[in-house]
């Protein structure tokens, strides 16, 4: 059974700077993806951010030159980093993995106040 334990999210003013970190533990195929989606209430999931095992990154375009993932393969950890923050990205963010299946976090909750 793969757990993600997910931190790092809070409230914060508009051009801010937050990071969120996702640890996963059990047994873990070497070769997965790891990465981001977020929810607003009312909305679909949308995806923030990938990064594989292999280091590929993908970004949502809303995303891009603000937010940077990263990961620590050894550690089975990534993170991200999101700078300049709008009150647009506000939503739960969730951790996920996938291997052989989808795993997801628990959802942490980013405010971004004007």
């Known amino acids: 059974q793969v757990q993600l334990v997910e931190s790092g999210g809070g409230l914060v003013q508009a051009g801010g700077s937050l990071r969120l970190s996702c640890a996963a533990s059990?047994?873990?195929?070497?070769?997965?993806?790891m990465g981001w989606y977020r929810r607003v209430p009312g909305k679909q999931r949308d995806l923030v951010a990938t990064i594989s095992s292999g280091g590929s990154i993908t970004y949502a375009d809303s995303v891009k030159g603000r937010f940077t993932i990263s990961r620590d393969n050894a550690k089975n950890t990534v993170d991200l980093q999101m700078n300049s923050l709008k009150p647009e990205d506000t939503a739960v963010y969730y951790c996920?993995?996938?291997?052989?299946?989808?795993?997801w976090g628990q959802g942490t909750q980013v405010t971004v106040s004007s």
């Open positions: 996920y993995l996938l291997d052989l299946m989808y795993y």
């Open positions: 059990g047994s873990i195929f070497s070769t997965n993806i």
